[in-house]
């Protein structure tokens, strides 16, 4: 696997919050780091990059990785969920998409340093839609648990007040305004569920493009890199309007996420990148 750019910044970062963590007063639980990106940014690539690295020699630590994505609703789930009629939940991605407890309750598991079973999700199974894997197929870990890396592209993401979500939706130019308000409502509602999953991080680390419009170029270089490899992937229209599904969220919640506000953390940073995932500047919180 080719080492993302960002790899060596995300690895001295946590390295430094695990000295830290390690002579404070919650030693006994594993350092959790929350890592935030839009789609295609590589926040998985640097993930398991990272997990790589801290498993090796001299570290050789007991690295989790864990993904909001893997917590996706059940493909009946998320069926029902849809006959709603919301557009924005119609498929798997926002809020309200996420089997929250499920994540609860694994996260609760590897903080008391018990073995655990990490839920894994199949995005292949039923045409594309996803399905979550049976539980035989879930990732069985062994503490004692040294770092837990939880990433995902709406990591971090902090509900508004609802009048605030009217003010947004009101002004938008954008994706936004193509919802119904109380869709977008729901979705923002749903959100506030995930603030205990964020209340367990330790550290931060927001992946941030310049441009959300990146997003787009991003999603297309992955579909047509999955469609060289022979397998199955969307038009190029097909991979915009997907990518638009996401927009709304971007529009609400991206420049919260760059202030890191509603977090916990007690140090964050943040990774601005270009479009070609180059790392071009770094912030701390």
């Known amino acids: 696997m080719v080492r993302p750019y960002s790899t060596q910044s995300v690895l001295e970062f946590v390295l430094q919050r695990l000295k830290v963590h390690r002579e404070g007063p919650g030693a006994a639980r594993p350092l959790v780091v929350g890592l935030s990106g839009p789609q295609g940014s590589g926040k998985s690539s640097v993930v398991k990059a990272v997990a790589a690295e801290l498993r090796e020699s001299p570290h050789r630590l007991n ?4 993904s909001l ?10 069926v029902k969920v849809a006959q709603t009629g919301n557009s924005l939940v119609q498929h798997r991605g926002l809020p309200g998409t996420h089997d ?3 994540c609860r309750d694994t996260m609760g598991s590897l903080l008391r340093q018990e073995p655990t079973s990490v839920p894994q999700y199949d995005k292949s199974a039923f045409q594309g ?5 049976s539980a035989d197929e879930f990732l069985k870990t062994t503490p004692p648990y040294d770092v837990v890396l939880f990433e995902g592209w709406c990591v971090g993401f902090t509900s508004l007040p609802e009048a605030e979500v009217e003010r947004l939706w009101q002004n938008s130019t954008g994706p936004l305004k193509q919802h ?10 749903r959100l506030r569920e995930y603030s205990d999953i964020w209340d367990t991080f330790d550290a931060f680390v927001h992946l941030d493009a310049q441009s959300i419009q990146y997003v787009y170029q991003w999603r297309l270089q992955q579909e047509h890199a999955m469609i060289a490899s022979g397998k199955t992937g ?3 229209e097909g991979v915009r ?5 996401y927009m709304p969220a ?9 202030e890191f506000r509603g977090l916990k953390v007690s140090d964050a940073i943040r990774l601005q990148f270009d479009s070609n995932r180059r790392p071009i500047k770094q912030t701390k919180l």
């Open 129 to 133: 839609e996803g399905d979550r894997a």
């Open 241 to 245: 309007r997907f990518v638009d599904g």
């Open 69 to 78: 994505d893997d917590c996706y609703l059940t493909h009946a789930d998320q």
């Open 180 to 189: 119904k308000l109380k869709d977008v409502q729901y979705v923002n509602s």
């Open 100 to 102: 929250i407890q499920l």
């Open 63 to 66: 690295v989790v990785e864990y």
């Open 250 to 258: 971007y529009e609400l919640y991206n420049h919260g996420l760059r």
């Open 234 to 236: 969307m038009s190029d």
